[in-house]
């Protein structure tokens, strides 16, 4: 790329330099303030003359949010959800992944096709029915009605992204291994896994932010036990179309905010490797 | 252990340079699983994953499909009536129904709307991503990263607040007075636009960056020998190349902002005033949840997947094309 870079002449560069930075401000410009907004104190949020600084941070706002309910219940909550459907999605693709990529069988190509076209399957319209069944399974009002749908739909696509990770693991180590006498388990679990974990990493980004990200099953199961929620809820709660807190709308939103954003800091490089090799592969 | 354990990034750095880069490349030969034909090992590690889909993705879409040939209301749920068969019933109320073909029409408008400006905005940032040093490059990226990393719930308060008539910065910039956003049929959709298209562009940039990234220098450096201008080393070199990643990034654009629920849902508060801003997936949650109207909101569900799945067809014919290998 150096000289794609070297034939743009300098002014360009900083042409290019500054609308950057100037893009990027505009971009974490909501961010920005949804954190300012709650760290102001109630008095300025409400105003018509809406400042972007504030003098007299407060954690009003914040303290109104763990206050009200029961909201670190829900923050517990989502985090299950979030990492249990993690785990399981990551050990099932993982599995699911070195079949379609390792091995030759029939129906091997059909099923390659099916777990394409399931990722298109709107899961909304899948609602309703999901819904009756979580009745019948009395698991209605509870964290696995969350948990179950989001393995199940964030699977396709981790199967999908992991295989460009399997296949680039050369044949050659898995003849060496058991030429060395491990056992296909062994292969499995102590070679492939290891080497296939960067992948893993990337593909979670996605099936966390799914699940917790979602408000769509949270508002449907959980109906009556609100002990149950999760945070997309519990923001709701704040917000009333008459006459919505914002300041604790804004806190709240922070609050839920944070995790991913830690978490995507942390898989940041992972991510762009992977999806570099995997929507291609 | 194993004497050979080559370290991992290295070997997806070598995978992603060759075959993003669209050289020819040896055909993989067959998995071990070939010199031992009639095994049953893959199936046993396909195991988990079919059991799960079949049971919360398969059976559900079979059973959509049933229930939208069937008389399912709030008396049936709770048994006060018996389901009667309904055939197509459900459906010739739904093509009937006016209101049907408006949301359908929205629907497609938004999602090309949003779709061609999400693309537009992630291709011509990934670009500029490249054009610039490293400092004002990570400045960017985790900008971007943070608008990607926003949960949609979040994210629809937070542009709500920002275009909000009496407290939101936006209108006293624009010096806008008291007007409201989500009042207006447009504005309100409008709205909706610019949140999606804040917190999907970063995938699409990310992607196409990580694309242009991958093609090796080499390749450039003998268009630049062979005289080739910039512009010609952008439109026969690099866009040919990148033709695979921009079409798995518009398909997946496509696919998400069809199915757009949670932004309309919060910012437009359920679809608008007087449902003005439904779209299909919101349309159908409504009829199913707030009316009771299970079987109609199954048959909005049936169209949806039918009109996802012959983008997906085409997704395939385009792959196959290609020559991809599965």
Redesign the interface.
């Given at each position: 790329?150096?000289?794609?870079?070297g034939?743009?002449r300098r002014p360009?560069?900083l042409a290019?330099?500054v609308?950057?930075?100037l893009?990027?401000?505009v971009?974490?410009?909501?961010?920005y303030?949804?954190v300012l907004?709650a760290f102001k104190p109630a008095g300025e949020?409400?105003?018509?003359?809406?400042r972007?600084w504030t003098l007299a941070p407060s954690l009003d706002s914040f303290r109104r949010v763990f206050g009200q309910q029961e909201f670190g219940r829900y923050f517990v909550n989502s985090l299950v959800v979030a990492c249990t459907v993690v785990v399981a999605s990551a050990?099932?693709?993982f599995?699911?992944a070195?079949?379609?990529?390792?091995?030759?069988?029939r129906f091997?190509?059909t099923?390659?096709?099916m777990f394409?076209?399931?990722?298109?399957?709107?899961?909304?319209?899948?609602?309703?029915?999901?819904?009756?069944?979580m009745r019948d399974f009395g698991q209605l009002n509870t964290l696995g009605s969350l948990i179950?749908?989001h393995?199940?739909?964030s699977?396709?696509f981790a199967?999908w992204m992991l295989r460009?990770?399997v296949?680039?693991?050369?044949?050659?180590?898995?003849?060496?291994?058991y030429i060395?006498g491990?056992s296909?388990t062994r292969f499995l679990w102590?070679?492939l896994f290891?080497?296939?974990?960067?992948?893993l990493v990337a593909t979670s980004v996605f099936s966390f932010?799914s699940a917790?990200?979602d408000?769509?099953f949270a508002r449907?199961f959980i109906i009556s036990d609100t002990s149950q929620s999760t945070l997309?809820m519990a923001?709701?709660v704040f917000?009333k179309?008459d006459e919505p807190d914002?300041g604790g709308?804004?806190a709240?939103?922070t609050v839920?905010?944070i995790p991913?954003?830690i978490?995507?800091?942390l898989v940041?490089r992972r991510?762009?490797?992977?999806?570099?090799?995997a929507?291609?592969? | 252990?194993?004497?050979?354990?080559?370290k991992?990034?290295g070997?997806?750095?070598?995978?992603?340079v060759r075959?993003?880069g669209g050289l020819p490349r040896p055909r993989?030969?067959?998995?071990?699983?070939?010199r031992r034909p009639g095994?049953r090992?893959?199936?046993l590690?396909?195991a988990?994953?079919l059991v799960?889909?079949g049971?919360?993705?398969v059976?559900?879409?079979y059973?959509?499909g049933l229930?939208s040939f069937f008389q399912y209301t709030q008396a049936q749920v709770s048994g006060g009536e018996p389901t009667t068969f309904e055939g197509f019933g459900n459906y010739a109320e739904l093509f009937s129904d006016s209101q049907f073909w408006q949301v359908l029409l929205a629907t497609v408008l938004f999602a090309a709307a949003c779709v061609v400006s999400t693309l537009a905005a992630g291709c011509a940032?990934a670009v500029?991503?490249?054009?610039?040093?490293a400092v004002?490059?990570l400045?960017?990226?985790?900008?971007?990263?943070?608008?990607?990393?926003?949960?949609?719930?979040?994210?629809s308060?937070?542009?709500l607040?920002?275009f909000?008539p009496?407290?939101?910065?936006v209108n006293?910039i624009f010096g806008l007075g008291d007007y409201s956003w989500t009042y207006g049929r447009l504005s309100a959709f409008f709205l909706v636009l610019l949140e999606v298209v804040?917190c999907s562009f970063p995938f699409v940039m990310?992607?196409v960056?990580?694309?242009?990234?991958?093609v090796p220098?080499e390749v450039?450096?003998a268009a630049?020998l062979d005289g080739a201008s910039?512009w010609r080393?952008w439109r026969s070199v690099l866009t040919p190349m990148l033709r695979?990643?921009l079409m798995?990034?518009t398909i997946q654009s496509v696919?998400w902002d069809?199915?757009v629920?949670?932004q309309i849902?919060?910012i437009t508060?359920g679809g608008g005033i007087a449902g003005q801003n439904l779209v299909l997936?919101v349309y159908?949650?409504q009829q199913?949840?707030a009316s009771s109207q299970?079987s109609l909101?199954?048959a909005?569900?049936?169209v949806?997947?039918l009109i996802?799945?012959a983008?997906?067809l085409v997704?395939?014919r385009l792959l196959r094309r290609q020559g991809e290998e599965?």
């Open positions: 790329m150096n000289l794609v870079r034939l743009v360009w560069r290019a330099e609308s950057a930075l893009i990027a401000a971009v974490a410009f909501p961010l303030w949804m907004s949020i409400e105003s018509t003359e809406p972007p050990l099932i693709a599995l699911a070195t079949a379609v990529t390792r091995f030759r069988f091997r190509t099923l390659l096709i394409l076209v399931a990722q298109m399957v709107p899961v909304e319209a899948l609602t309703i029915p999901l819904f009756f069944l179950l749908p393995i199940a739909f699977l396709p199967i460009g990770f296949k680039a693991v050369p044949e050659a180590l898995e003849e060496a291994a060395d491990a296909r102590q070679i290891p080497l296939v974990f960067p992948g932010i917790w990200n408000f769509l449907s997309p923001l709701l917000y179309p914002w709308v804004m709240a939103s839920m905010t991913v954003l978490f995507f800091v940041q991510l762009v490797s992977g999806l570099g090799g929507v291609k592969d | 252990m194993t004497p050979v354990t080559p991992s990034p070997v997806v750095e070598r995978r992603r075959v993003v993989p030969s067959a998995g071990s699983g070939a095994n090992t893959p199936w590690y396909l988990p994953a799960v889909l049971g919360l993705l059976y559900p879409i059973q959509l229930m940032l500029l991503l490249t054009r610039v040093r004002p490059r400045v960017l990226m985790l900008a971007a990263l943070g608008a990607w990393a926003t949960p949609a719930v979040t994210g308060t937070v542009w607040f920002l909000d009496d407290f939101g910065p006293r804040w990310v992607t960056y990580a694309g242009i990234r991958a220098s450039l450096e630049a910039q080393i695979p990643i798995v990034v696919i069809f199915k629920f949670t849902y919060v508060n997936n159908a949650y199913a949840f299970y909101g199954s909005i569900g049936v949806m997947l996802l799945l983008v997906t997704y395939l599965l």
